[in-house]
């Protein structure tokens, strides 16, 4: 069936430094989502991505969907304290949804 | 409405105990899914119903769980026995058929098993 991996698992980095985080799923997707979770609460949806290399951008946060439509990736810009949390990829085919393992992001103020 | 309700919100019961969570979704969400959530494995998707019918539960550990669906607005899981390393948070998520499918999470249900 579908998997979806994502990477890194973990990332720390200094308040100002970029982060990214990718996202590879085995078959083709519908669409692709990414959510926020934060420490001790529950994923939040961030935005969807539906075009073959659509980007959208939410302030620092750029949204890339690769052209074969299986990979993503999430790129922040310039960190802040507050981007800490779980970042998830949800990958959507037949109207199932399967997360990606996620990337734990910490930032050293 | 008040988003996806779970509960309860946390659950401590010994090895072999039955467990039940539940789950109301979003009123006129026609997808209901439930995800276990460990360290290790990260969101794992267990079983998802569209218009309260099971479609996919392939992600379902073992026959210790099971699910239902009795209408639009419950959902239950249930663990019988349970074991320890049933621990998890799991969640709910309802959705709708649209354009933009947005799913949305209850708080969670912290599971422990001793």
């Known amino acids: 069936g579908q998997q979806v991996m994502q990477i890194p698992q973990y990332q720390h980095v200094q308040e100002g430094e970029d982060f990214t985080t990718y996202c590879n799923s085995s078959?083709?997707?519908?669409?692709i989502q990414w959510y926020k979770q934060r420490p001790g609460g529950h994923p939040v949806f961030l935005i969807q991505?539906?075009?073959?290399?659509e980007v959208k951008k939410q302030k620092r946060l750029t949204f890339q969907f690769g052209e074969a439509k299986k990979n993503s990736s999430l790129h922040i810009t310039a960190t802040q304290t507050t981007d800490v949390g779980t970042y998830f990829c949800?990958?959507?085919?037949?109207?199932?949804?399967?997360f990606g393992a996620g990337t734990r992001l910490t930032v050293k103020p | 409405d008040a988003g996806v309700i779970q509960s309860p919100r946390h659950e401590v019961t010994e090895m072999g105990q039955e467990v039940t969570l539940r789950c109301k979704p979003i009123?006129?969400?026609?997808?209901l899914f439930w995800y276990r959530q460990t360290m290790m494995r990260g969101l794992e998707l267990l079983i998802y119903?569209?218009?309260?019918?099971?479609?996919?539960d392939s992600g379902m550990p073992e026959d210790r769980f099971s699910a239902k669906m009795p209408n639009a607005s419950f959902s239950t899981l249930k663990i019988q026995p349970s074991e320890p390393r049933d621990s998890a948070v799991y969640f709910c998520?309802?959705?709708?058929?649209?354009?933009?499918?947005?799913?949305?999470f209850g708080q969670g249900t912290r599971l422990t098993v001793v």
């Open positions: 998520a309802s959705r709708y058929r649209g354009r933009i499918t947005e799913a949305f």
């Open positions: 078959t083709t997707l519908s669409n």
């Open positions: 991505l539906v075009k073959s290399g």
């Open positions: 949800a990958g959507n085919n037949n109207n199932d949804m399967r």
């Open positions: 009123s006129g969400h026609d997808y």
């Open positions: 119903f569209n218009n309260n019918v099971p479609i996919d």
